[in-house]
Every structure is written in C-alpha cells, then in structure tokens.
C-alpha cells in the first residue's frame, strides 16, 4: 500500500481549494449582482413585481442549497442540456445566494428613516434617483457586515457542489479519504482549511458591526 | 422538449417518500430540542459563566460557524472511528445537526442574554438569588422569548441543510429522492416533488415554533 | 450596636474616587434620607450597602455581621436589606404575584401555597391585593413600584434601601408610592431613601444626610437642614440665600 505523507495530502487539498475560492468569488459577485435586480424588484412600487421577488425569495430561502443544486444539474440535463457540473454549481448557487442578499439588502433599505424618502420626494427626486443618491448610500453602510457575514455561507454552501460532483475542496477530501484511509486527518484539515478562509470574513464581519453601532451611537 | 413529465409512477415509492419524511422530521425534532439545549448551557457559559469555560466554548463555537455542516458531519460519521468511536448513520446524522444547531443557537441565545436590562440581574441579586438562580428563574425565558423569532429561522435553517445527511446513507427526504432517481432516472419529477415536500415541512416547522412560542412565553417583552 | 455602621467607606472608580470617607450609623426604626446633587455618590453609597458595589476601603456592616464580598456573606446580607429601584426591575413575564413568590421558592425554599400566601398579604399590605394576577406591563408605573416594595417586603428584610424610587413615576403616581413608604416607616420599618422629594423628607424622616462630591457634607434632622442650612453647598442645594 502507498505511504501517503501529511504533505501529500495537504498538496491535494490546497490544490483544490483554488476551485473552492472561484466558485465562492463567482457565487457572490454573480449573487450580488441578481440579488440587486431582486432587490429592486421587492421594493417596487408594481405589486406584481413585489409578488415575484417575494415568492422567488421565500422559494430559495424555503428548500435545501443540496435540492436546488439537485435540480440544476439532474433537472436541466433532461431538457437535452448538458449541464457540466460546475454550471450547475455556478448556477444554484447565484440564483440562491441572490435571494439571501435581496432580503439582507432589503431590511438595510428599510432601515433608512422613513423621513429620507419623504425629504428626497418633497425635493421632486424620482424613485431611481431617490434610490441611487439618498437611500442606497444610507443603506450601503449598514449593508456592509451582513453582507459580509453571508460571504462566509457563500464558501460553506460551496462545500455542497461536491455532491454533484464539482471538484472543490470537499471532492477532493473525499476522494483523498478513499485513496489513504486517513478520514480523521483528511477531513481535519479539510476543517481547517474552510476554517481559515471562513473565519477572516466572520471577524471582519463582527468588527464592522461594532464599529458601526459605535458611529451609530455618536449620532 | 424531448423530455415528457409524468407524476403518477411515484406514488408506487410512497413508502420511501414518507420514511425520508418522517427521518426528517425526527432529525429535526431531537436536533432541535438537544441543539438549543446545548446552546443555552453554551451561551450561559459565554455570557455569565466560569473564566476558564469561556474559551473552550468559544473554540468549539467558532470552529462549526466557520466550517461546512457536511465536513462536520463527515468528520463524525468517519473521522471519529479512527478514534475508536462508530457511530450508525442516523446517530452520526444527529450528533452533528446537535452539535451544529447548538454552536449557532449559542451565539442567539447569547445575544439574548446580553440585551437583558442590567436592572434584571440587580433586582434577582438584591433578592439574595444566587447569579445561577437569577440566570435560570429571572434571564432565561425573557431571553429565549427576544431571540424566539432568530432562533426559529436557525431551526429551519438546520433542518434544510439537514438534506445533506443523505450522503452518509441516512434515509432522509433527499435519500429517497436520490434512490428515486437512481432507479428511474425521472429526476426532475423526483426533485421537484421533494423540494416541494421540503418547502411544505418549512412552512409547518416555522408554524410549529410560533405556536410554541406562544405557549412558553406568556406575555409580550416590553424590552 | 447599629443596624448598620458605616465607616470611612471610600469607593473608586479606577482613579475617580467617588466616596470618600463615609461615616454613618443608622439605628433600627430611623428613617433616613440621602440627599444631594446627581453624582454626589448617593445612589453608589446606597448600591454599596448590599453589595451591587464593592467598596475600595473601609467596612459596612449590617445587624453585627461585616460584609465581606464572597457569594454566602452577600446572600445572607441581602436577605436582611432589601433594595428598591428607581427603574422598578420587576420581571415581565411573571404576574406581580409571581414577582412576590418568586424569591421566597426559590430562596428561601419556601413551599409554593406558603410563598402564594405570603405574596397576597404582602401585596395586600401596599394596597394591591387585587392586582395579584396582573402583569408588570398591565400596571401603572405607580403600581409597579408598590409591587416592587411587596416583593422586597416579602423577604421580611430588617431595612430597606430605596433609590429613588418615585424619581421615574410621574407625579400624580408619586403619591401612592410615597403612602406605602410612609406605613412603613409608622411601624418601624428601617429605611434608607435616596429622594429629591424633600416634602417626604422633611414629614418622615428623622435624619437627613446631604452628600457633597462623595463626602457627608451635612446631617441632621430634617427640623434643623432644612430650616438652617449651614454649610454653602446645603444653602445652594436647597436654593435658599
């Protein structure tokens, strides 16, 4: 039976990990970039448009990260399209991180003072501008610690593309487990490879928070 | 569209169906009990507890924010018996959903805890309650009621990344969804049934711990 | 013997020294008020006596028993002084019943019916016998407070520290704190009042120490402070010239 040495094992895993940091930057930069338009949507003054990004949000929200990647990959492939697994990873996770965004983003908006609209309103702003130049602003600023906090089930959602077959992190601790037979070692520094890439955003995510209440509290 | 949709055959795998849901909901019903009890000792712990405890708690806290339930679960289900400990399918599946739920729902609770008016602590101490006694008879129920909506959203939150423990062969929903489509290759219908079933026990758990709450908790916080 | 001696308390606040040298005894049955500007240290002498505070130096004690600050001796301490807050503190999601009872079970190991009984008397006695099954956020600022005392009360503590107990209540709901406080004192009951109501003082009670940037300025009876204020500080407090 081949030796495996600690390096051999910890080489695979850091190799990987690369594929882990893509699809996690693709994930929320793309999921941000939905999660804008959804968010525009939630708040619009059309019902109906509300109605779409409501039930939208509460679908995504509502069933399992692993069901919807299911059906991303299983689902599409039986419409004739070849859904290569990372599409399909790509894919389910945009669309998911984009709901939890929306709905991150739209109780930062709704915590800009009423009186905000009204005085941008009564200044003879429309709703985009109001938006762009008065309530966006206000909002970006208490957005940034959950936004960033989210950042983190970003990377640990990824974990779940394994199971369709994308080769990240996780997909290469098991495959690595089944050639050594070292899942206690394997799968630990799995952990602690997710750990350092996922602790470092939490953090950041609880410093910005104090600092913004402090800013809050010398108001 | 080659591809033509049928629902009818699936009725003839209900008893899977209903397995996966009933293994499920049992997971997410000694999950949830086990996990925010294991979350209240831990935030009692962080937020009023002996010096020495704090970091060990606070390691264990940080360490399954930061990492993947899967890894987690993984880890336990055949990392642990390298250490001598075997665990079957469904109590690996439970111990981690435990032991996840209860790091997330410590730092909840902790949150309530720390909102408590500082008047609450003085008025149990002045009425010569031990800090425990004040803890148990004074900031618990007030604290879990603050945070009942938060911890809720975790409860379903654990209960859909449950799904996951269909990898170690426990007979969850998505176990049956994936025996489903490995033997008829309907996937679609497979997974959209489920997903389906999946957003249904959402909405009934989220129901579920809003009427408990309002038998636990009698009276409306004012703060 | 006093009922409480306090002597040279000094108590800081990292380099802020906010008592600096209290000497006070006070005598079973006195009804004592302690009044001064805010940040005076009033409310951090009171705090101290049963030891929400820790003093720097100096000593307190309480019916002959020093306080020492380790978890039996301020349990048995709190068991002979009670304490009232300006901000009620009751607990919200126990009935004012529940509020009485609770110390007593848990405490003082009562059993529930004897606890219920006691709580109904207690809650009688500050005139809210009826009131037994409401909830703090049912009950008037006024009402809160006389629960409070019942709940304090209900420990049969040998004194009561109160600090500023009528000072959050609006005004027509000060009356009806002041009443209970007022029994109280008739039959006997040791009280320590921090209070800016300086009619009460002067009707109930039989001292009153002004405080001064952390040091008993004045003392006296209420008949002499008030009447002939010696020292400037008194002079300017009170807002006579």
Same mark, same amino acid.
């Given at each position: 039976?081949?030796?495996?040495?600690?390096?051999?094992?910890?080489?695979?895993?850091?190799?990987?990990?690369?594929?882990?940091?893509?699809?996690?930057?693709?994930?929320?930069?793309?999921?941000?970039?939905?999660?804008?338009?959804?968010?525009?949507?939630?708040?619009?003054?059309?019902?109906?448009?509300?109605?779409?990004?409501?039930?939208?949000?509460?679908?995504?929200?509502?069933?399992?990260?692993?069901?919807?990647?299911?059906?991303?990959?299983?689902?599409?492939?039986?419409?004739?399209?070849?859904?290569?697994?990372?599409?399909?990873?790509?894919?389910?996770?945009?669309?998911?991180?984009?709901?939890?965004?929306?709905?991150?983003?739209?109780?930062?908006?709704?915590?800009?003072?009423?009186?905000?609209?009204?005085?941008?309103?009564?200044?003879? *702003?429309?709703?985009?501008?109001?938006?762009?130049?008065?309530?966006?602003?206000?909002?970006?600023?208490?957005?940034?610690?959950?936004?960033?906090?989210?950042?983190?089930?970003?990377?640990?959602?990824?974990?779940?593309?394994?199971?369709?077959?994308?080769?990240?992190?996780?997909?290469?601790?098991?495959?690595?487990?089944?050639?050594?037979?070292?899942?206690?070692?394997?799968?630990?520094?799995?952990?602690?490879?997710?750990?350092?890439?996922?602790?470092?955003?939490?953090?950041?995510?609880?410093?910005?928070?104090?600092?913004?209440?402090?800013?809050?509290?010398?108001? | 569209?080659?591809?033509?949709?049928?629902?009818?055959?699936?009725?003839?795998?209900?008893?899977?169906?209903?397995?996966?849901?009933?293994?499920?909901?049992?997971?997410?019903?000694?999950?949830?009990?086990?996990?925010?009890?294991?979350?209240?000792?831990?935030?009692?712990?962080?937020?009023?507890?002996?010096?020495?405890?704090?970091?060990?708690?606070?390691?264990?806290?940080?360490?399954?924010?930061?990492?993947?339930?899967?890894?987690?679960?993984?880890?336990?289900?055949?990392?642990?018996?390298?250490?001598?400990?075997?665990?079957?399918?469904?109590?690996?599946?439970?111990?981690?959903?435990?032991?996840?739920?209860?790091?997330?729902?410590?730092?909840?609770?902790?949150?309530?805890?720390?909102?408590?008016?500082?008047?609450?602590?003085?008025?149990?101490?002045?009425?010569?309650?031990?800090?425990?006694?004040?803890?148990?008879?004074?900031?618990?129920?007030?604290?879990?009621?603050?945070?009942?909506?938060?911890?809720?959203?975790?409860?379903?939150?654990?209960?859909?990344?449950?799904?996951?423990?269909?990898?170690?062969?426990?007979?969850?929903?998505?176990?049956?969804?994936?025996?489903?489509?490995?033997?008829?290759?309907?996937?679609?219908?497979?997974?959209?049934?489920?997903?389906?079933?999946?957003?249904?026990?959402?909405?009934?758990?989220?129901?579920?711990?809003?009427?408990?709450?309002?038998?636990?908790?009698?009276?409306?916080?004012?703060? | 013997?006093?009922?409480?001696?306090?002597?040279?308390?000094?108590?800081?606040?990292?380099?802020?020294?906010?008592?600096?040298?209290?000497?006070?005894?006070?005598?079973?049955?006195?009804?004592?008020?302690?009044?001064?500007?805010?940040?005076?240290?009033?409310?951090?002498?009171?705090?101290?006596?049963?030891?929400?505070?820790?003093?720097?130096?100096?000593?307190?004690?309480?019916?002959?028993?020093?306080?020492?600050?380790?978890?039996?001796?301020?349990?048995?301490?709190?068991?002979?002084?009670?304490?009232?807050?300006?901000?009620?503190?009751?607990?919200?999601?126990?009935?004012?019943?529940?509020?009485?009872?609770?110390?007593?079970?848990?405490?003082?190991?009562?059993?529930?019916?004897?606890?219920?009984?006691?709580?109904?008397?207690?809650?009688?006695?500050?005139?809210?016998?009826?009131?037994?099954?409401?909830?703090?956020?049912?009950?008037?600022?006024?009402?809160?407070?006389?629960?409070?005392?019942?709940?304090?009360?209900?420990?049969?503590?040998?004194?009561?520290?109160?600090?500023?107990?009528?000072?959050?209540?609006?005004?027509?709901?000060?009356?009806?704190?002041?009443?209970?406080?007022?029994?109280?004192?008739?039959?006997? *009951?040791?009280?320590?009042?921090?209070?800016?109501?300086?009619?009460?003082?002067?009707?109930?009670?039989?001292?009153?120490?002004?405080?001064?940037?952390?040091?008993?300025?004045?003392?006296?009876?209420?008949?002499?402070?008030?009447?002939?204020?010696?020292?400037?500080?008194?002079?300017?407090?009170?807002?006579?010239?």
């Amino acid at each position: 039976m081949i030796e495996f040495t600690v390096w051999d094992i910890l080489r695979n895993l850091l190799l990987a990990t690369r594929w882990t940091i893509l699809l996690s930057l693709v994930s929320f930069i793309g999921g941000g970039a939905v999660g804008l338009m959804l968010l525009f949507l939630r708040i619009s003054k059309r019902k109906s448009l509300r109605a779409f990004a409501k039930y939208y949000i509460e679908l995504f929200q509502g069933t399992p990260l692993l069901m919807q990647l299911f059906i991303a990959f299983f689902g599409l492939g039986l419409f004739g399209v070849d859904v290569p697994a990372w599409l399909a990873a790509g894919l389910a996770l945009i669309f998911w991180t984009a709901a939890f965004l929306a709905e991150i983003w739209r109780g930062c908006v709704e915590s800009v003072a009423k009186g905000q609209w009204e005085a941008s309103a009564s200044l003879g *702003m429309g709703w985009l501008q109001q938006m762009r130049y008065v309530i966006l602003p206000q909002a970006l600023k208490v957005a940034v610690p959950p936004t960033v906090g989210f950042s983190v089930q970003v990377v640990k959602g990824t974990a779940l593309t394994s199971i369709i077959g994308f080769v990240e992190l996780s997909k290469a601790g098991t495959v690595v487990t089944n050639a050594t037979f070292q899942p206690f070692t394997v799968y630990g520094f799995v952990a602690l490879i997710y750990f350092t890439l996922c602790w470092p955003l939490s953090k950041s995510s609880q410093i910005l928070e104090r600092k913004l209440n402090v800013a809050h509290r010398n108001h | 569209m080659s591809y033509h949709f049928e629902f009818g055959w699936l009725l003839q795998y209900y008893p899977q169906i209903v397995k996966g849901i009933l293994i499920t909901i049992e997971l997410i019903a000694i999950g949830g009990v086990l996990g925010i009890s294991l979350g209240t000792f831990c935030a009692w712990v962080r937020a009023l507890g002996p010096a020495w405890l704090k970091p060990v708690i606070a390691a264990y806290v940080e360490l399954i924010r930061n990492t993947p339930f899967l890894i987690q679960l993984f880890f336990i289900f055949f990392g642990l018996p390298s250490l001598g400990l075997q665990l079957n399918e469904l109590t690996a599946a439970n111990l981690a959903m435990i032991v996840n739920l209860g790091a997330y729902s410590c730092e909840i609770i902790r949150a309530g805890i720390q909102a408590t008016p500082k008047g609450q602590f003085e008025a149990g101490a002045s009425l010569a309650m031990t800090p425990f006694e004040t803890f148990r008879h004074v900031v618990l129920v007030p604290s879990l009621q603050r945070m009942w909506p938060a911890l809720s959203s975790q409860v379903v939150i654990v209960m859909l990344g449950s799904s996951v423990v269909s990898q170690i062969a426990a007979e969850d929903l998505t176990f049956a969804a994936n025996f489903i489509q490995s033997r008829t290759f309907r996937a679609f219908e497979a997974y959209i049934v489920s997903t389906a079933i999946y957003l249904a026990l959402a909405i009934l758990l989220r129901q579920v711990l809003s009427v408990v709450g309002g038998l636990i908790f009698q009276r409306r916080l004012t703060r | 013997m006093s009922l409480i001696e306090i002597t040279e308390v000094r108590k800081s606040y990292g380099t802020n020294e906010v008592l600096k040298g209290i000497n006070l005894d006070v005598e079973p049955g006195e009804v004592i008020a302690i009044i001064g500007k805010s940040g005076s240290g009033k409310s951090t002498l009171l705090r101290c006596i049963n030891g929400l505070e820790t003093i720097t130096q100096g000593s307190i004690s309480v019916a002959g028993a020093q306080l020492l600050d380790d978890e039996v001796h301020l349990k048995a301490l709190r068991l002979k002084v009670g304490m009232i807050f300006q901000q009620f503190n009751l607990f919200p999601h126990l009935s004012a019943g529940g509020n009485v009872m609770l110390s007593q079970t848990v405490v003082k190991k009562r059993q529930k019916a004897d606890a219920e009984a006691v709580a109904r008397k207690m809650l009688e006695r500050v005139g809210l016998g009826h009131k037994f099954d409401a909830y703090p956020d049912q009950l008037s600022g006024g009402q809160q407070q006389r629960v409070a005392i019942a709940r304090a009360l209900a420990m049969q503590p040998i004194a009561l520290l109160c600090d500023e107990i009528t000072s959050a209540l609006d005004p027509e709901l000060v009356a009806e704190v002041l009443a209970v406080v007022r029994e109280l004192a008739a039959e006997g *009951m040791t009280l320590l009042m921090v209070t800016h109501e300086m009619k009460f003082a002067r009707d109930v009670c039989s001292r009153v120490v002004f405080m001064h940037e952390g040091k008993v300025h004045e003392i006296g009876p209420p008949e002499e402070l008030f009447a002939d204020p010696k020292t400037p500080e008194l002079k300017q407090f009170l807002g006579v010239h």
